[in-house]
């Protein structure tokens, strides 16, 4: 059977979990003998290529295409003149503009469609307004993927062909995350971010932004510090955002900028998953977070609320403690309770490997994408 030649095309704002699985996805199905090519729209008034510059540096095909709005007919016959020049036979768009531009640029076209649903947001009237015209767009698509049950449950109504609609689990490269910790990188990554070996840290990795409620966070924080014998608990915030600044002025409100470290964007995932003893995610929306995934791969105690695609992945004190959303003393006591226990920490990181490992590859997400592509191309 003929592979089929598949096009992915965001919108990006950084480099965050939709990045993560378009990586990841066109690795694997280029193992799987497809050819794959990622386009990524380099917006005039927010630019971000890092989708693009780590596709090169992992020799996958990728191109930018410029874009000064959402009505730029140059996007359009840019993108229209890839689409015919490359003989795709799947456009595979992962955001709103993409599903915008890419149903534009293959009117007339023989090239399927589909779309993945990441995460709507919800972030804003704006946002929601962007996401309620995704949602319409849908319904000129061959397929739309959910990336977890829960959001293939709130894509369903909008769909006048509910067949078209089909969910798959999100999936991670799992060699680039150890089963063991590496006790040498370990210490080197934390002498760099002031953190000494003795120290105990906890750590979020995601975009500084309202839906991850990282007020949460700090305040839950704050909670472990006003403790006894907490003073070699530590907080690690990596990632950057429209929310860094006042979740920086809440530390320092809070009397704990002291004990927290706001890393900003980092490339070495693995790396600083590696230098924790706890991960942390205080979402109130979330799709499938691959950063979940991720501390998972690293065999990481994992303490998150009950957010999106979470608790199909994480059963509360079998791969990880569940709390409910906006739970500040209860996300605290969790924390605390993994802190204070080091064999459960490492019982419940090895049952999170195990899960993850049977799972949630990146092979076998792309496996499940291809048999779409193949069944829209036969």
């Not at 397929?143 to 999100?170: G, M, Q």
Request: charge should be neutral.
């Amino acid at each position: 059977m003929m592979s089929p030649r598949i096009l992915h095309l965001r919108s990006s704002g950084g480099l965050y979990g939709a990045e993560q699985v378009i990586l990841n996805l066109a690795r694997e199905l280029n193992e799987l003998g497809c050819t794959n090519q990622i386009a990524c729209f380099n917006n005039a008034h927010n630019p971000h290529l890092e989708l693009v510059e780590e596709a090169e540096k992992a020799n996958l095909t990728a191109l930018s295409i410029d874009c000064r709005g959402l009505f730029d007919r140059r996007t359009v016959d840019a993108l229209r003149k890839i689409v015919s020049s490359g003989g795709f036979d799947v456009i595979h768009c992962h955001d709103y503009k993409a599903c915008a531009f890419g149903l534009s640029a293959t009117i007339g076209q023989k090239v399927k469609r589909v779309a993945t649903n990441h995460l709507w947001t919800h972030s804003g009237i704006r946002v929601r307004l962007y996401e309620l015209i995704e949602a319409l767009l849908y319904n000129a698509f061959d397929t739309i993927v959910a990336v977890s049950d829960l959001i293939e449950k709130e894509t369903r109504p909008f769909l006048l062909r509910k067949d078209t609609l089909t969910c798959i689990p999100n999936g991670i490269d799992l060699h680039r995350f150890a089963f063991e910790k590496r006790q040498e990188q370990r210490r080197e990554t934390r002498a760099e971010l002031g953190l000494a070996e003795s120290d105990l840290v906890v750590g979020n990795i995601a975009r500084l932004s309202p839906e991850k409620d990282h007020t949460t966070l700090l305040h839950a924080f704050k909670m472990l510090t006003d403790r006894p014998g907490s003073t070699s608990v530590k907080l690690l915030v990596a990632g950057d955002g429209p929310e860094k600044d006042p979740l920086m002025s809440m530390a320092r409100e809070l009397g704990i900028s002291e004990r927290c470290r706001f890393t900003g964007v980092r490339r070495d995932i693995p790396q600083i998953l590696n230098c924790l003893d706890v991960y942390v995610q205080s979402s109130k929306r979330e799709g499938l977070p691959m950063v979940v995934l991720e501390a998972m791969a690293s065999s990481l105690a994992i303490v998150s609320t009950k957010a999106g695609g979470v608790p199909a992945v994480i059963t509360h004190g079998e791969q990880g403690r569940l709390v409910e959303i906006g739970a500040t003393g209860q996300l605290a006591r969790e924390i605390d309770d993994l802190l204070s226990h080091p064999d459960e920490r490492e019982r419940l990181g090895r049952q999170a490997r195990f899960a993850v490992e049977a799972r949630f590859s990146a092979r076998a997400m792309a496996e499940r994408y291809l048999e779409v592509y193949r069944r829209l191309t036969r």
